[in-house]
């Protein structure tokens, strides 16, 4: 009796875990078919907000370990340094929009091409990074510093459990995407003061080292010098120099300083920094400037004149050095550090011995050479003319600056006409100089 009794029980057993296996297995198969009908029959948009609305449910009924960073747009309030995890997160966050958002911002910049959209400060942006969920918010600037400017901020929100892989993982990735991301577009901009603070725009000059009215030796020499630069990070590392490289670019008016710092900047792919002196009332004001700006620019002194320097209140040339080679300018790295004149010689000696500017490129008068690439551009002429001869010969005896010479060469579409406006326009220059030249040797 004992005997059927146990061999009962283990049939039973069977009977019971046969009935289980099909009962999961049933259960398994109807899951599988309603995530397929869930994923074909629902919309993504609908999927999206009912999966974020359950998981805010039951996060409610969980312990709160959750961990916020705040990102600051300045890292020193009072130095207004950059904070470049900011604006990484500002250009990485426009990525991450979708259908479901009901609050962006949207907007043409002054001087660009395309529209721009952004973050809404009420919209809360969810990121998923290795199964890792991330909520980012902005703060629009409810809050202000002491002079009474917004203070932005992003937080950023995960589980606390995930902290180490936030830091060493995810926010190195948003850094990473943001690199990439200013490498692929790489839209170029022009910072200038505005009330003590840098405004930007978008940086459209077209000049290139092809389209500059100077020798080829000289544009040789600019090229290669920036290519050193750029490949010599280990060895500005090794001997324990920051990673800078300063210009002066001297000569008379029109000689193009300009033009050949946008064709810098377009080679390099660098934005530009433009600081006029008379803009800064103090020596804090440089530096935080100059902290300001981002790696990988170009920091342009325009007209630096000792004169002008010394005469501010509290600006001084002392100020000026001490960015230039002190440890102020351990404050950011592969940036470019350009000074025009229009007088070297006016400039103080302290600032143009090497480190402070590096290389010194004199920007001449127009001549043979540089011509032919004036003629290129605005007249399409490739080869030879039968004028350039006598041009070129007067340009070898009279100072003309390429800016001058490209006006005469606006002023009419048929190529031979410009050209033959261009000699009666440089003859009547050599002759002037000749009556001067005569009456300085009688009144001497």
């Not at 102020?328 to 143009?352: C, M, Q, Y």
Request: charged share 30%; glycine share 4%; hydrophobic share 35%.
């Amino acid at each position: 009796m004992g005997s059927n009794t146990n061999k009962y029980n283990i049939f039973s057993s069977f009977t019971s875990a046969s009935s289980w296996f099909e009962l999961y297995a049933a259960f398994s198969t109807f899951t599988m078919l309603l995530k397929a009908a869930f994923n074909d029959l629902i919309p993504h948009q609908l999927r999206s907000f009912v999966t974020s609305k359950l998981e805010s449910l039951f996060s409610k009924y969980q312990p709160n370990n959750r961990v916020s960073l705040k990102i600051n747009q300045f890292w020193d309030e009072s130095l207004r340094s950059r904070n470049e995890l900011f604006y990484a997160a500002h250009e990485y966050l426009p990525t991450k929009i979708t259908n479901t958002f009901k609050s962006l911002k949207v907007g043409k910049i002054e001087d660009q091409k395309h529209l721009e959209l952004a973050v809404d400060a009420t919209q809360e942006v969810l990121d998923e990074f290795e199964g890792i969920k991330f909520t980012w918010k902005l703060d629009d600037g409810s809050e202000k510093d002491s002079e009474n400017f917004k203070k932005y901020s992003f937080e950023l929100t995960f589980n606390g459990k995930h902290r180490e892989r936030a830091l060493e993982r995810y926010i190195p990735h948003v850094l990473k995407t943001y690199e990439a991301m200013k490498s692929d577009k790489r839209i170029l901009k022009i910072y200038s003061r505005l009330d003590g603070y840098w405004t930007e725009s978008e940086l459209s000059h077209p000049a290139t080292f092809d389209s500059l009215a100077l020798s080829p030796e000289l544009k040789k020499d600019i090229i290669d010098d920036l290519d050193r630069f750029l490949r010599r990070k280990e060895l500005y590392k090794k001997v324990g120099k920051p990673w800078k490289r300063g210009y002066l670019l001297y000569g008379t008016p029109g000689t193009g300083k300009s033009s050949l710092i946008a064709a810098i900047a377009n080679y390099l792919k660098f934005d530009v920094y433009d600081l006029e002196l008379t803009s800064v009332d103090c020596n804090s004001e440089l530096m935080r400037s100059m902290k300001e700006a981002s790696n990988r620019s170009i920091i342009v002194v325009e007209d630096v004149d000792c004169n002008k320097v010394v005469k501010a209140n509290r600006f001084t040339l002392s100020g000026l050095l001490n960015y230039m080679d002190g440890l102020w300018s351990s404050g950011g790295e592969e940036r470019i550090v350009i000074f025009t004149t229009n007088h070297r010689e006016k400039i103080d000696p302290a600032l143009l011995r090497p480190g402070r500017m590096d290389m010194h490129i004199h920007l001449s008068f127009l001549k043979g050479k540089a011509f032919r690439v004036l003629a290129s551009n605005y007249l399409g002429i490739e080869g030879d003319h039968p004028l350039f001869e006598e041009i070129e010969g007067l340009l070898e005896r009279i100072e003309v600056s390429p800016a001058v010479v490209a006006e005469q060469l606006m002023r009419n579409e048929d190529l031979d006409v410009a050209l033959e406006a261009l000699v009666k326009f440089l003859k009547e220059m050599d002759k002037d100089r000749n009556c001067n030249g005569e009456l300085t040797g009688l009144l001497s």
